[in-house]
């Protein structure tokens, strides 16, 4: 899947994925924002309405998929039943797999490294992190759990929860188009 996108489903938490497209989209990264749904309006966790960029649909009919660069992510906001409701959508999670196979990259924050990423038939030995009392389900899977804001390790990005989603958003800046760019953004910030 070529291209930078952050999925939402109905119970989404606003904070991780608003700010994290805010920090993409500061730095110069087009990222959409796709509803899972064949509606563009997604509502969040706290009943707060979002239109996204494409209906899933719409995704599927303009998106190129095929072998893709670390600099193609997919991006899964955390809250719940949002990140349950991404999880149980076999088609989003089938293109998850094949995006990391692919050599894509994959982000997460809160319950999503958990309840998501915990899909991929492989996360073992990989450091990552997720909102408290998340981390069960990392740890079955053999994946390393590191109790910070936001871990990096190879081409996955985690992030623990809404108060580090200004710094999740920046890390995958950084990811995509380097630390300069990140560190501009942030400065910009005034952080």
Do not use: Q
């Amino acid at each position: 899947m070529k291209g930078c996108y952050l999925f939402l489903a109905d119970g989404f938490e606003v904070s991780e994925a608003l700010t994290t497209v805010n920090m993409l989209r500061r730095g110069g990264v087009n990222v959409k924002t796709v509803s899972i749904y064949d509606d563009r309006i997604v509502t969040s966790s706290n009943r707060i309405p979002v239109i996204a960029d494409m209906a899933f649909g719409e995704f599927k009919a303009s998106t190129s998929f095929g072998p893709c660069l670390p600099s193609d992510v997919m991006i899964f906001p955390g809250g719940m039943p949002g990140s349950a409701n991404l999880a149980a959508f076999g088609k989003l999670m089938d293109i998850m797999r094949n995006h990391a196979e692919e050599g894509g990259s994959l982000a997460a924050i809160c319950a999503a490294p958990s309840v998501v990423l915990s899909l991929l038939p492989d996360i073992k030995g990989k450091k990552m992190t997720c909102y408290d009392g998340f981390e069960e389900a990392l740890a079955a899977k053999g994946a390393e759990y590191v109790k910070e804001g936001v871990v990096t390790d190879g081409n996955i990005i985690t992030g623990r929860g809404p108060g580090w989603a200004v710094e999740f958003g920046l890390a995958i800046l950084a990811h995509i188009k380097g630390a300069e760019t990140a560190e501009k953004v942030k400065a910009g910030l005034m952080l």
